[in-house]
Nanobody, 126 residues
């Protein structure tokens, strides 16, 4: 059973940084895509970053240049380093995983992912 557990959320001021972690267990599939998503109240879930098993990455325009996704395979953990945070980054952040394979990897479409964590809250104050 694949499980994902996020951590690292919190409250910061505008311009601050946070690093989110997504610890993955229950899988040894060599081919994967891991994504970070966020959802603010009243808004749709947004795929903001993803990384696949050959370390290709994809970012949403809203976070490109400020956020960095990385995968430490020895720890089976995916990180999201978030710098220069803005109030509009306030949301619940989720990590997700898929092992189906696909020509559109790394994908940021929620429908492509099968396993989801419970989320961690990020709040940025101005």
């Amino acid at each position: 059973q694949v499980q994902l557990v996020e951590s690292g959320g919190g409250s910061v001021q505008s311009g601050g940084s946070l690093r989110l972690s997504c610890e993955i267990s229950g899988t040894t599939y060599p081919s994967y895509c891991i994504g970070w998503f966020r959802q603010a109240p009243g808004k749709e879930r947004e795929g903001i970053a993803s990384i696949d098993s050959v370390r290709y990455t994809s970012y949403a325009d809203s976070v490109r240049g400020r956020f960095t996704i990385s995968h430490h395979s020895s720890e089976n953990t995916v990180f999201l380093q978030m710098n220069d945070l803005k109030p509009e980054d306030t949301a619940m952040y989720y990590c997700a995983a898929t092992y189906r394979g696909g020509t559109n990897w790394p994908t940021r479409r929620a429908v492509d992912f099968d396993y989801w964590g419970q989320g961690t809250q990020v709040t940025v104050s101005s």
